[in-house]
């Protein structure tokens, strides 16, 4: 019964390969995000969805493509990856209101090396 | 724009003493902040939150934070160290277009 669970956990790839991360969410929420934790352990956030509408787009690289097929879900699609996309993924999800917030739950984080 | 200052990157208490772990924001509007511990090779783990209500905010595991207004300071707490609590904490403000923007962390050091 995890709330927001992300697969896969460790993901090993060669430069040039294109993957895919997904991120699922159980707890009803209408908003889900992607962040990127760097080697600092810096956590800056990269795309953020509003019942499947894209909300926030940061400046990503365009060979980050995110999509939501639906309000429980939202992958990470990545092209041609680099050396500098090594990272941690972590996805989050929550109920967003203007007047209240309710927190932000998140996955246990996807660790990327790209060799 | 909202930010949150971490004054310190790395604390280290001794087990049983207090814990005190600074955060400073900066916001234009009255901010929604957090604390979150992130445990080695863990994912990232809600310790509290204050969203304009009470002023003293207590959260899990004996941990607490004090809005502060005047100071715009959102300092996190604890009377007393345990060795499971050596990890690395994030004070975090919400802006108002559903981003979370995130200090730099403090690592907190627990000594037996």
């Known amino acids: 019964d995890t709330a927001v669970s992300q697969t896969p956990k460790y993901l090993v790839t060669q430069m040039g390969n294109d993957k895919s991360i997904k991120c699922e969410q159980n707890?009803?929420?209408?908003?889900m995000y992607w962040y990127k934790q760097d080697s600092k352990k810096f956590l800056k956030i990269m795309f953020s969805y509003n019942n499947k509408e894209l909300i926030i787009n940061e400046t990503v690289p365009n060979r980050f493509s995110p999509k939501s097929p639906d309000k429980a879900h939202l992958n990470l699609h990545i092209n041609s990856l680099e050396l500098g996309d090594s990272a941690v993924y972590f996805c989050?999800?929550?109920?967003?209101?203007?007047?209240?917030?309710?927190?932000?739950?998140f996955g246990s984080g996807t660790r990327l090396t790209v060799v | 724009a909202q930010s949150v200052t971490q004054l310190d990157s790395h604390v280290s208490v001794s087990e049983g003493t207090p814990v005190l772990l600074r955060c400073n924001y900066s916001s234009s509007y009255s901010p929604s902040l957090f604390w979150y511990v992130q445990h080695p090779n863990k994912g990232l783990q809600l310790l509290l939150k204050?969203?304009?209500?009470?002023?003293l905010v207590k959260g899990i595991n004996g941990f607490e934070a004090e809005f502060k207004k005047s100071e715009t300071s959102f300092h996190l707490t604890k009377p007393s160290a345990h060795m499971s609590d050596a990890a690395e904490y994030f004070c975090?403000?919400?802006?108002?277009?559903?981003?979370?923007?995130f200090g730099k962390g403090t690592l907190l050091t627990v000594n037996p």
């Open positions: 989050a999800s929550s109920q967003e209101s203007r007047q209240h917030n309710y927190g932000y739950t």
């Open positions: 204050y969203t304009s209500a009470a002023t």
């Open positions: 707890l009803g929420h209408d908003t």
């Open positions: 975090v403000v919400r802006s108002s277009n559903y981003k979370l923007t």
